[in-house]
């Protein structure tokens, strides 16, 4: 019997466990709903719908080597998917609809529409567990609760993780054609607001993927411990467009590490240990979206930071969003952001810090400025990084570690060739004044006095902190 499988945030036909799955028991018809409209509702900008639109072009033609035709419809919002998938499973005579499981709050809603629309229309439907290795759930504290913070989390998971949850799922073998052909990509109404990136910075699909696996692996995994701060230095996977929109599984970057370490993840070499890690972190941020669905309503993981008295401050707002803070390493890292549609894990840290510690404004404001233009913007992994940076998450950074961006600069740029890189006005001074130039530099550069002085924006936030009831 036919089976369907709904393709989303897992755009690869290799190791996909709803694909595999499907293909074990029957001729596999695949689909692919565009929704722009609720993408942008959610925040997501043209740098993401152009990489996730050129991903499941590859993905079509992934799946034409296997002789399995893509479907494609576009539909305003996620609440039409049951109407749609239902009407293409009856156009299409499909036993069973399979698709692999999305964990946010309105992603898991519409998950849910569809399962209960099939189940009462007397279709088959089968949700797969693939995006991570334990299901929001499996993997709670003694106490049957979810995990709140990261190093116990991490520690559990190393334990119970078994080879099933690491093994490749089975890649299907091309099939027998079907009287039915691919369709194109749909036009979308709205689509092109704004700028996307270079393309070429970020070639779509799987193809793509394994080969930037591979060059991290052989080039730059041994070092990834030292390295991983250092923004001027390719020294991570650049890999996180590919796992957010799973054009690569966290099975085939766990099984590659494997390989390379003695079958090992958690002892061996420090790099690829440490590599290990960051996955686990975006695990852990996808059980907290799932287990703290506040999150997913713009409520802080703390809750009594939401009465933090954030500033009204249009005009920073703007110095931060276009680079033009005063603070060179700060500025070259949102340049990079809008220019490239990524930024380093290290300035986003910085960054985030920045608006929502020096400046004082809601860090929900720079969670959406960053979503907008993340190529790479997930939902637990953005807001998570957020709420650690404004210390109102789980493990989030103590209120009164405030990083001082000019230190930052001199510890992770100390050559200053990010800076030169992204503020090139910067880059005819020595590499000593690159960090905080002088009146006179600034002046002869064209770029700006800093915001705010470090030591009283450091004691704005303080007294912001101070001021709030401490949790019962
Ligand atoms: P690597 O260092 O090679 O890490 C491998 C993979 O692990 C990454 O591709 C990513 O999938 C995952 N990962 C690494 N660090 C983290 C982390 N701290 N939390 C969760 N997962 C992690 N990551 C996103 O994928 N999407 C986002 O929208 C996002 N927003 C962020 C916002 C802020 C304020 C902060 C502080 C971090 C954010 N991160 C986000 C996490 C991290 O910065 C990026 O995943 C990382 O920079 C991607 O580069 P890489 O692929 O070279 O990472």
């Known amino acids: 019997a036919r089976q369907l499988v709904w393709f989303r945030s ?8 709803a694909l595999a799955a499907a293909a074990a028991k029957g001729p596999v018809i695949a689909v692919f709903l565009h929704c722009p409209s609720q993408w ?3 925040g997501h900008g043209a740098n993401k719908i152009d990489f996730c639109r050129r991903g499941v072009e590859a993905l079509r033609e992934a799946l034409t080597g296997l002789n399995i035709p893509l479907l494609q419809r576009s539909i305003s919002r996620f609440s039409e998917a049951p109407d749609t998938l239902l009407a293409l499973a009856r156009e299409h005579d499909i036993a069973t609809l399979h698709f692999n499981r999305e964990y946010p709050l309105n992603e898991w809603r519409r998950d849910q529409a569809v399962v209960e629309t099939f189940g009462q229309a007397g279709l088959g439907v089968q949700a797969h567990t693939d995006a991570v290795a334990f299901a929001p759930g499996e993997l709670l504290t003694g106490k049957n609760e979810f ?3 990261f190093t116990p989390f991490a520690k559990a998971w190393h334990r119970e993780v078994d080879h099933q ?9 091309p099939q027998k054609r079907l009287a039915l052909d691919s369709d194109p990509l749909p036009k979308l109404a709205g689509e ?3 700028h996307p990136i270079d393309a070429g910075l970020w070639p779509a699909g799987q193809d793509a993927a394994a080969g930037r696996l591979e060059r991290f692996l052989r080039y730059r995994a041994r070092h990834y411990r030292e390295a991983r701060d250092q923004p001027s230095v390719h020294g991570t996977s650049e890999l996180s467009p590919y796992l957010a929109l799973g054009m690569i599984s966290y099975r085939q970057c766990l099984q590659a590490v494997m390989s390379e370490n003695g079958g090992h993840l958690a002892d061996g070499d420090a790099g690829l240990t440490a590599w290990v890690n960051e996955l686990i972190w975006r695990e852990f941020y996808q059980h907290i979206a799932f287990g703290f669905p506040e999150v997913c309503r713009h409520r802080p993981f703390q809750a009594h930071t939401a009465d933090l008295p954030w500033r009204d401050d249009d005009e920073g707002f703007k110095a931060w969003c276009n680079g033009r803070t005063g603070y ?3 500025d070259a890292a949102m340049r990079q952001l809008v220019t490239t549609g990524w930024m380093h894990n290290r300035l986003r840290m910085v960054t985030a810090m920045f608006l929502s510690k020096h400046l004082l404004i809601d860090w929900r404001r720079g969670e ?3 979503l907008e233009h993340l190529v790479d913007g997930e939902f637990g992994a953005n807001n998570g990084g957020w709420q650690w940076a404004a210390s109102t998450g789980t493990d989030a950074a103590p209120y009164f570690r405030i990083f001082n961006p000019i230190t930052q600069s001199r510890r992770f740029d100390a050559e200053g060739s990010f800076i030169a890189d992204f503020v090139p006005e910067l880059a005819e001074l020595s590499t000593k004044a690159r960090h905080d130039p002088s009146g006179e530099a600034r002046k002869t550069a064209g770029y700006p006095a800093a915001i705010v002085d470090h030591k009283a924006a450091r004691k704005r936030a303080l007294d912001a902190f101070k001021s709030l009831q401490t949790p019962r």
């Open 192 to 194: 092109g607001a704004g």
């Open 10 to 17: 897992d755009l690869r036909t290799l190791d996909n466990t």
């Open 368 to 370: 959406a400025f960053f």
């Open 165 to 173: 949850r690491l093994a490749l799922r089975d890649d299907p073998a």
């Open 147 to 149: 995990y709140r913070v």
């Open 40 to 42: 942008q509702a959610h």
């Open 328 to 330: 060179p390493l700060v």
